[in-house]
């Protein structure tokens, strides 16, 4: 699975962007430059991501550096998967 390309699609469904993430690339700052990942985004973007992956996220294992770019939110993604 490419997990960035995963990310990038469930951001694009919780955030309803409009196909304005297809040029989002790694390096893409999210939180604090995305105006619509605000905290409920966040928690939707948790849940999708929990449901879509068979993955389970609890409080304590995420902080704002988790949503910094898209290459951090996929490289926990990353570590969920396999671990």
């Known amino acids: 699975m490419d997990v960035v390309a995963e990310v990038i699609r469930i951001l694009e469904e919780v955030l309803g ?11 893409t700052n999210l939180l604090g430059a995305v105006p619509q990942l605000d905290s409920m985004a966040v928690v939707t973007l948790i849940t999708t991501l929990e449901e879509r992956l068979s993955i389970a996220i609890s409080d304590d294992e995420i902080d704002g ?11 926990f993604v990353r570590k969920k998967v396999g671990g």
């Open 17 to 27: 962007m409009g196909g304005r993430m297809s040029s989002f690339t790694r390096e």
């Open 65 to 75: 550096d988790t949503f910094a770019t898209v290459e951090s939110l996929a490289e």
